[in-house]
């Protein structure tokens, strides 16, 4: 009995990455720098994250891969991923890595049910790493899945309902919109770690009604854990918020058993990330997507041309990168020096480096909104608090801008390009030209405030000075004594000069409480326009201000 042929459409190899970037919360409001990741550092029964040892240290572990890897980027870049080789125990100075990577091993598979009573589709888990920045208070998971020999349609649908962080809502039947029925974290010998919860509708309701703010489904908040979201009742050691859109950026590649069986229509829902569908209609309409081929596909190394080999198309919405090809070509299915391993280094950087940009800058966006909130002008306390946080955070972006802010990463062709297509289609120029120029306005506010304190300064020595001239004068007048102390006993010396120090000091502390009146006194007095009566009403109210 021969077997049948397989379809053209079949999925012969998929791989996935998440990547979900979170805000952390400060663990100290008065510490300028707070390293987050060392809270997972220490071993406990409730921690499964353990720090990532560094590829690069020993040269018996280097490969050709991590060489490759290496060069692609320029050396700022290189810099910021692998650091300078000094060591660990030099500390993460400029010119360092900053970058930490804690990673968990006690998830094997996913195991996902996409309609009830549907067979489930079970994902090998390849890694689960959280990538922490120094200085930053930004975290991005990263979690990579994999599977073989998959049906084209039902790979669009885990794509499509995969890394959905919460439902945005409900069908008639109260499952989550848009999201799996389940989804189950497997250990490796079966059992279950933790399941979703999408269906619980009362959660998530109750929970944006209580907190302003969505809850996140029970296995994604499982994965993070032990940290803990910002609004949660639980305990934990670093608490965040999220920064993205409920679902989460991904990369995908595909081996396909033939690439060129997808039509124009697989293509645009596979690069959008949308749900499967007739692959004749296309999801939006003709004039809408007239420019995607130019605006989302990167064909340098791609040939469409029957009979002509595939290669290796790339399209990219920011939100997704995906890479496609077919099964049958050795150099694409490469893991060690095709374009698998760059799939899973050389783009997972390119992409992480996007997003990680993006999600910074919308920390430093949130954070603003949060300083500003507690600003009180009639509140000296509060406006203390303030400028010194904005200040922080002035200190702390000008560190973004020169340690992680890179508009170009390569001069490789292909990564330089595919870089350049992805934080275009995130926009992260004009996000950063918005947060700058918040950041900008900041700072001329505390300028401005800093110069009107040190005008009521001036104006208040200035007053003290115009009235200390009376007196200077009059007693300094040709250096003249008008009393001839010098003969007189130690004690009565004394005695005279408290006599004149004290009155002296309340005069010269009552002429400070009272140097704003005073000046707007004297402010009168220069005014030739105002009479006589005027300029001592002026005077009287120096001593008894009208009542509001």
């Not at 959008?272 to 420019?291: F, T, V, W």
Request: net charge negative; with cysteine; proline share 5%.
């Amino acid at each position: 009995m021969t077997e049948a042929a397989p379809s053209p459409k079949a999925v012969r190899t998929l791989r996935q990455i998440l990547l979900w970037p979170v805000y952390l919360l400060p663990l100290d409001e008065d510490a300028p720098v707070e390293n987050h990741w060392e809270h997972l550092q220490k071993p406990s029964p409730g921690n499964p994250w353990r720090e990532v040892d560094d590829e690069f240290g020993d040269p018996k572990e280097f490969q050709a891969r991590h060489y490759n890897e290496f060069v692609t980027f320029l050396p700022p870049v290189q810099r910021f991923l692998y650091g300078q080789g000094l060591g660990r125990v030099v500390g993460r100075t400029y010119g360092e890595s900053p970058i930490t990577v804690m990673r968990r091993s006690d998830i094997a598979r996913v195991r996902i049910t996409l309609d009830p009573g549907s067979a489930p589709v079970v994902l090998e888990v390849a890694h689960v790493d959280l990538y922490f920045f120094f200085d930053i208070d930004v975290a991005l998971l990263a979690f990579e899945v994999t599977a073989s020999n998959l049906p084209f349609e039902t790979a669009q649908e885990v794509l499509f309902r995969f890394g959905r962080a919460y439902p945005a809502y409900w069908e008639a039947d109260g499952r989550g919109g848009h999201c799996p029925h389940l989804v189950e974290w497997l250990a490796a010998d079966g059992s279950v770690l933790a399941a979703s919860d999408y269906e619980r509708k009362e959660k998530y309701l109750s929970f944006v009604a209580q907190h302003r703010a969505p809850a996140v489904a029970a296995h994604w908040e499982f994965l993070l854990s032990p940290m803990v979201l910002h609004h949660s009742d639980r305990q934990g050691p670093i608490r965040y918020r999220q920064l993205e859109y409920y679902r989460m950026p991904y990369m995908v590649f595909l081996a396909m058993e033939d690439a060129n069986a997808l039509t124009r229509p697989d293509l645009v829902r596979l690069a959008i990330g949308s749900a499967p569908g007739d692959p004749g209609e296309l999801p939006y309409s003709d004039r809408y997507l007239q420019d995607f081929e130019s605006r989302h596909c990167y064909d340098r190394y791609c040939d469409l041309n029957p009979g002509a080999r595939y290669g290796t198309r790339f399209m990219t919405t920011g939100h997704t990168l995906i890479v496609l090809g077919e099964a049958r070509d050795p150099f694409f299915n490469g893991a060690e020096g095709g374009v698998l391993s760059r799939f899973r280094h050389q783009h997972f950087l390119l992409f992480l480096i996007a997003h990680f940009q993006k999600a910074s800058l919308r920390m430093f966006s949130d954070r603003l909104v949060g300083i500003v909130s507690r600003l009180d002008i009639t509140d000296a306390v509060a406006n203390r608090i303030f400028r010194r946080a904005i200040r922080l955070t002035l200190e702390n972006f000008l560190r973004f801008e020169h340690r992680y802010w890179f508009h170009e990463i390569s001069n490789h062709a292909q990564a330089k390009e595919l870089f350049g297509m992805t934080r275009g289609q995130l926009e992260l120029d004009a996000l950063y030209g918005e947060v700058r120029e918040e950041l900008q306005d900041m700072g001329n506010f505390l300028e401005v405030e800093a110069m009107r304190r040190q005008n009521d300064t001036v104006v208040r020595l200035t007053v003290v000075t115009i009235l200390g001239l009376v007196g200077t004068v009059t007693t300094g007048f040709l250096g003249m004594n008008l009393f001839a102390l010098s003969e007189e006993t130690s004690s009565w010396r004394i005695a005279a000069f408290m006599a004149v120090f004290v009155p002296t000091l309340v005069l010269t502390v009552m002429t400070v409480a009272k140097s704003k009146r005073l000046s707007e006194w004297l402010d009168a007095l220069s005014d030739d326009t105002l009479s006589t009566g005027e300029k001592f009403r002026a005077f009287w109210r120096v001593w008894f201000p009208a009542k509001d």
